[in-house]
Nanobody
Framework: QVQLVESGGGLVQAGGSLRLSCAASGNILRFNAMGWYRQAPGKQRELVATITSVGITNYVDSVKGRFTISRDIAKNTVYLQLNSLKPEDTAVYYC?????????WGQGTQVTVSS
């Protein structure tokens, strides 16, 4: 059973920063990729950033240059550094781990950016 536990969300003013963490149960390299998604009220869940097992990263255009996905393999943890936050970044952020046949989700962490 894969468990993903997110932390680090909160309330921040526009222009501020947060760092989200996703701690996985077990070796994260067994996943093809891990990533962060977000879902704002009334909107569909969208991909924010991913990192593959070989370390290739990808970002949605709206966060490029502001957000950074990284990982600590020894700690089985993936991070999302959020800088220059905007009110439109407000959402529940979810961690995802994807293997060949399965996809796993964390419980989500709320990020609220005030103007």
């Amino acid at each position: 059973q894969v468990q993903l536990v997110e932390s680090g969300g909160g309330l921040v003013q526009a222009g501020g920063s947060l760092r989200l963490s996703c701690a996985a149960s077990g070796n994260i390299l067994r996943f093809n990729a891990m990533g962060w998604y977000r879902q704002a009220p009334g909107k569909q869940r969208e991909l924010v950033a991913t990192i593959t097992s070989v370390g290739i990263t990808n970002y949605v255009d709206s966060v490029k240059g502001r957000f950074t996905i990284s990982r600590d393999i020894a700690k089985n943890t993936v991070y999302l550094q959020l800088n220059s936050l905007k009110p439109e970044d407000t959402a529940v952020y979810y961690c995802n781990a994807r293997s060949t046949f399965d996809s796993y989700w964390g419980q989500g962490t709320q990020v609220t950016v005030s103007s």
